[in-house]
């Protein structure tokens, strides 16, 4: 039986009564909540436009679409993320090139990054990972130099800051996720964050069916669209996600507290420059042999984890057929290996925590 999940949304009944208000008001799409969500969710970034879409995978799809991305391009991704933001490459027919990463931080290597750019590279891809932002000023510069385009992958990472600006405000886009377990939810959904007017204007018409008005079909589009049930859903978690966020900040903290003095464990880090929202907090198992057991162990015990990832992109079989060297990216292959996630979310009690690290000091007196 679970008594601690690794994850789950924060959910009270502000988010319940809008959700009645909306389903009693029987307008359950395309209205003036998902107008409302998107005008204040570019406030809280700190962009121009907010458009959003029906999840965050499809934000990708249409970050890459606007941008022009296509067959012949390449397109730098960390090796260590989330399935989508390189397979969405793929569907534009475009090349995904993989890209190591930073143990520290699990965010994009800028040393590897700088070393795979060529004349074929149209945009690079950082990735936001477990919350932590990716070194941008960096990834900036070389873009800059280059005239490459920066699609930020923000699925991780609602309200994390770098040098004190939000993500999703960087770079040329910005690409959300509010499936149920992120920091923000909405059950299902996403959103693009930018300030080019143009491309806001052409992720609006293909999220729309090429609709400039009701029947009228400028281009080919998709229906990409949310409801107004999650959008009231939405507006209710971005009222209190700095809220959220700051509780994910205090069980971090917590548990860096007190996992600190184990030997065999490396905890995560907060750079200086960056603003942590802990979309995970996921430990290092120094000793490879004792991360599955430690799971075990904890699972044993009614606590939840995962890994986050157990295999890097460039060895899953969906990419067998771009001809990948094995050993491309040799931090992603080591944190596959050692990486686990530990139960972090809103909803989480400071008993609760201790209950979980309890259990990991006595599993590592045990096996030491």
């Keep these: ?35 409302l969500f998107e005008k204040e969710f570019a406030k809280y970034i700190g962009v121009k436009h907010a458009v959003t879409v029906s999840n965050g995978t499809i934000a990708l799809f249409l970050a890459y679409k606007v941008l022009g991305i296509g067959s012949g391009d390449e397109v730098l991704v960390p090796d260590f993320t989330f399935m989508a933001t390189a397979s969405m490459v793929v569907t534009m027919g475009a090349r995904p090139v993989f890209v190591d990463i930073d143990l520290e931080t699990y965010t994009i290597d800028v040393y590897d990054l700088e070393r795979k750019i060529c004349d074929k590279t149209k945009a690079i891809v950082p990735v936001h990972l477990y919350g932590h932002p990716a070194k941008m000023d960096e990834i900036m510069s070389l873009a800059k130099e280059r005239n490459i385009y920066v699609v930020e992958d923000c699925a991780q990472a609602h309200g994390a800051e770098y040098k004190g600006v939000k993500v999703g405000s960087i770079g040329d886009i910005g690409a959300f996720s509010f499936y149920a377990t992120k920091n923000l939810t909405m059950g299902e959904g996403g959103a693009i964050t930018t300030n080019n007017d143009e491309l806001a204007e052409l992720v609006r018409l293909l999220r729309n069916h090429g609709q400039i008005s009701r029947y009228h079909h400028i281009i080919i589009g998709w229906n990409f669209r949310i409801t107004e049930i999650q959008a009231a859903i939405g507006l209710q978690q971005l009222r209190r996600l700095d809220e959220m966020n700051e509780r994910r900040r205090a069980i971090a903290k ?29 430990i290092w198992v120094e000793r490879e042999t004792l991360r599955d057991k430690l799971m075990e162990y904890l699972r044993s015990n009614g606590v939840q984890t995962a890994i986050h990832y157990p295999k890097p992109l460039h060895l899953q079989e969906a990419f067998i057929n771009l001809g990948i060297k094995q050993n491309c990216c040799r931090n992603a292959v080591e944190a596959s290996k050692h990486v686990l996630s530990l139960p972090m979310h809103a909803g989480l009690s400071d008993d609760d925590v201790m209950y979980v690290v309890k259990l990991i000091k006595r599993f590592m007196r045990e096996y030491q």
Excluded: C, F
């Design 254 to 282: 917590l548990y860096n507290e007190e996992l600190a003095s184990i030997e065999g464990l490396r905890l995560p880090v907060e750079k200086s420059w960056a603003k942590h929202v802990y979309h995970q907090y996921t």
């Design 1 to 35: 039986m679970i008594k601690v999940k690794v994850n789950e949304p924060y959910i009270d009944v502000n988010e319940i009564n809008e959700v009645v208000r909306v389903l009693k008001s029987r307008y359950l799409a395309a209205g003036e909540l998902v107008k």
